[in-house]
């Protein structure tokens, strides 16, 4: 459907209107992987499908890095 994801202990200090007119755009995960803490996407972006589809694939079994890192 896209749209705007937030994590619930994520501060706006700013309106987030401008996320509505990109196809993708999240901060990268440290030191690798997809930081879920925030995300927006078109809808029906092919990336974001892409990332579900091979997460398992992608897993690295990395139990002690931070949770957000995908």
């Known amino acids: 459907m896209g749209g705007i994801y937030l994590d619930l202990d994520m501060k706006?200090?700013?309106?987030l209107d401008f996320f509505l007119t990109v196809d993708w755009i999240s901060p990268p995960g440290l030191p690798?992987?997809?930081n879920n803490a925030?995300?927006?996407?078109a809808p029906?972006?092919?990336?974001?499908?892409?990332?579900v589809d091979?997460?398992?694939r992608f897993d690295l079994k990395w139990i002690s890095l931070y949770a957000?890192?995908?």
Request: with cysteine; charged share 10%.
């Open 68 to 70: 957000t890192n995908m």
């Open 54 to 56: 091979n997460i398992k």
């Open 38 to 41: 925030f995300m927006a996407a």
């Open 12 to 15: 706006c200090l700013k309106p």
């Open 32 to 34: 690798v992987g997809l």
């Open 44 to 51: 029906g972006h092919p990336f974001l499908k892409h990332a």
